[in-house]
């Protein structure tokens, strides 16, 4: 199963990059990643921000991808529960997962369709910046989890 991570803007600050790179590295481990950056639309409505970034995404995704939204009104599950969804992703041969983080004012209705469900990292609010290394050390740990590995515990 080949991973793809899409998110609207810019890696901006080092230490934000270097969590990223330590551990898409360590995700690669066990399955291809690919980390796509969106250009951020700005200086628009946030209706027309969320049309024009979910327009840029759209393009992106492949015919045969599964399409999971990381949105702070998704669904919140503990890192067992997240390691056991991507395992039945794996399990029931998908080809290409795809994990979406959205600019600053979410996701666009017709991407909001397109995708199989959403997922929240916490009910608490976070920068789209710490997201993504927050996400990635929850991929890396899910598969540590679904390989039987002690870095989970």
Same mark, same amino acid.
Request: aromatic letters at 10%.
């Given at each position: 199963?080949?991973?793809?991570?899409?998110?609207?803007?810019?890696?901006?600050? =080092?230490?934000?990059?270097?969590?990223?790179?330590?551990?898409?590295?360590?995700?690669?481990?066990?399955?291809?990643?690919?980390?796509?950056?969106?250009?951020?639309?700005?200086?628009?409505? =946030?209706? @027309?921000?969320?049309?024009?970034?979910?327009?840029?995404?759209?393009? @992106?995704?492949?015919?045969?991808?599964?399409?999971? @939204?990381?949105?702070?009104?998704?669904?919140?599950?503990?890192?067992?529960?997240?390691?056991?969804? =991507?395992?039945?992703?794996?399990?029931?041969?998908?080809?290409?997962?795809?994990?979406?983080?959205?600019?600053?004012?979410?996701?666009?209705?017709?991407?909001?369709?397109?995708?199989?469900?959403?997922?929240?990292?916490?009910?608490?609010?976070?920068?789209?910046?710490?997201?993504?290394?927050?996400?990635?050390?929850?991929?890396?740990?899910?598969?540590?989890? @679904?390989?039987?590995?002690?870095?989970?515990?």
């Amino acid at each position: 199963m080949k991973l793809r991570l899409i998110w609207v803007g810019k890696s901006q600050e =080092a230490w934000v990059r270097a969590g990223i790179d330590e551990y898409a590295g360590r995700v690669r481990r066990y399955a291809p990643l690919e980390i796509v950056e969106v250009k951020e639309e700005k200086g628009a409505s =946030a209706e @027309l921000q969320q049309q024009r970034e979910g327009e840029r995404i759209m393009k @992106l995704l492949s015919k045969g991808s599964r399409l999971l @939204l990381l949105d702070e009104t998704g669904q919140q599950l503990t890192s067992r529960e997240f390691a056991a969804l =991507a395992g039945r992703y794996r399990d029931n041969s998908t080809q290409e997962l795809c994990f979406v983080i959205g600019g600053a004012y979410g996701f666009s209705p017709e991407l909001r369709s397109m995708a199989e469900g959403s997922i929240a990292l916490s009910r608490m609010t976070f920068t789209h910046q710490m997201v993504r290394p927050f996400f990635l050390e929850q991929l890396y740990r899910a598969f540590t989890i @679904l390989n039987n590995e002690s870095y989970h515990h």
